[in-house]
């Protein structure tokens, strides 16, 4: 009875912790208690509690709680953590450098993009590593990336309980036509943001790889559409060829399968124009 007690405290704990979003950074006792159904000394006890640790904090004006240090150090933990930051922050550094466009990297979590690596074209490379936010996967060149190489399966599940709604007049709402982009992704190998998750703010994704070509997660350039657009077949390149270092760094070897240097193994059962399921710009197989 104890040990049941004791996991329904920290199942309440970390419920509440996930009350906490952009749009909902401070919450007093009561939102709390309303969002979760519990009593409101219930809640001032795992309020009280979190706070101690440091993994909340509360205004001393409003009264209200925010999310605490606490957490931020464990983001900082995990993120300088992940593999693929350890490996993709230098290829991403690179591409941010040579481009004048912002590179991120990020990860297939719960059914969206979470921001891992974020880094600007000035950034210092020790300051790049980051945990959120998350993209939507439907209208991001992140997600799309990463939804274009995911195994059927769990493409079919995201498409079943995903909502698309319409960030702007060029979202993709239609589960139709986001297959149709999905098909063009895996085709040439990248995929594409045209502000339609943020007006004047276009992007290009692509895949990462690891061990027995397993998804890793996704790495993009984003700038200003115009810039993107016009040179979009060269950054594509540049792009593609550093998510294949990435890839091979953590462990992607396509030689191994059967494939020429650079290429991106599909998952067995999509259908690619290319044989060997090569990635094609312009004509050239990278």
Same mark, same amino acid.
């Given at each position: 009875m104890e040990r049941e007690r004791g996991i329904q405290s920290v199942h309440r704990a970390l419920s509440l912790l996930r009350l906490f979003t952009h749009n909902s950074p401070r919450l007093g006792i009561t939102e709390i208690s309303n969002a979760l159904g519990l009593s409101k000394p219930t809640v001032h006890g795992l309020a009280r509690t979190l706070q101690k640790q440091g993994f909340l904090q509360q205004d001393p004006h409003t009264r209200k709680y925010g999310l605490g240090m606490g957490i931020y150090e464990l983001g900082i933990v995990l993120a300088g953590s992940l593999e693929i930051n350890n490996k993709g922050a230098g290829p991403a550094y690179q591409l941010a450098k040579h481009t004048g466009l912002v590179s991120r990297i990020a990860m297939w979590d719960a059914g969206s993009a979470l921001l891992t690596v974020n880094i600007e074209?000035?950034?210092?490379?020790?300051?790049?590593?980051?945990?959120?936010?998350?993209?939507?996967?439907?209208?991001?060149?992140?997600?799309?990336?990463?939804?274009?190489?995911?195994?059927?399966?769990?493409?079919?599940? %995201?498409?079943?309980?995903?909502?698309?709604?319409?960030?702007?007049?060029?979202?993709?709402? $239609?589960?139709?036509?986001?297959?149709?982009?999905?098909?063009?992704?895996?085709?040439?190998? %990248?995929?594409?943001?045209? $502000?339609?998750?943020?007006?004047?703010?276009?992007?290009?994704?692509?895949?990462?790889?690891?061990?027995?070509?397993?998804?890793?997660?996704?790495?993009?350039?984003?700038?200003?559409?115009? $810039?993107?657009?016009?040179?979009? $077949?060269?950054?594509?390149?540049?792009?593609?060829?550093?998510?294949?270092?990435?890839?091979?760094?953590?462990? %992607?070897?396509?030689?191994?399968?059967?494939?020429?240097?650079?290429?991106?193994?599909?998952?067995?059962?999509?259908?690619?124009?290319?044989?060997?399921?090569?990635?094609?710009?312009?004509?050239?197989?990278?």
């Amino acid at each position: 009875m104890e040990r049941e007690r004791g996991i329904q405290s920290v199942h309440r704990a970390l419920s509440l912790l996930r009350l906490f979003t952009h749009n909902s950074p401070r919450l007093g006792i009561t939102e709390i208690s309303n969002a979760l159904g519990l009593s409101k000394p219930t809640v001032h006890g795992l309020a009280r509690t979190l706070q101690k640790q440091g993994f909340l904090q509360q205004d001393p004006h409003t009264r209200k709680y925010g999310l605490g240090m606490g957490i931020y150090e464990l983001g900082i933990v995990l993120a300088g953590s992940l593999e693929i930051n350890n490996k993709g922050a230098g290829p991403a550094y690179q591409l941010a450098k040579h481009t004048g466009l912002v590179s991120r990297i990020a990860m297939w979590d719960a059914g969206s993009a979470l921001l891992t690596v974020n880094i600007e074209p000035r950034s210092h490379l020790f300051f790049v590593h980051q945990i959120g936010p998350r993209l939507p996967a439907y209208c991001s060149g992140l997600g799309k990336a990463m939804l274009a190489f995911l195994d059927p399966l769990e493409l079919e599940g %995201y498409l079943e309980q995903a909502v698309l709604e319409a960030y702007t007049a060029h979202t993709i709402i $239609e589960k139709e036509r986001l297959l149709e982009e999905l098909d063009e992704t895996r085709r040439r190998g %990248y995929s594409l943001d045209r $502000e339609e998750n943020t007006i004047d703010l276009a992007c290009i994704g692509a895949p990462v790889f690891g061990p027995g070509a397993r998804l890793e997660g996704a790495i993009s350039l984003s700038g200003d559409p115009k $810039e993107i657009y016009r040179n979009v $077949e060269a950054l594509a390149r540049q792009l593609v060829l550093a998510s294949r270092d990435i890839g091979r760094a953590m462990g %992607y070897f396509p030689e191994s399968a059967g494939l020429r240097p650079g290429a991106f193994r599909s998952p067995p059962s999509h259908t690619n124009p290319d044989e060997n399921n090569n990635i094609s710009i312009d004509g050239d197989t990278l």
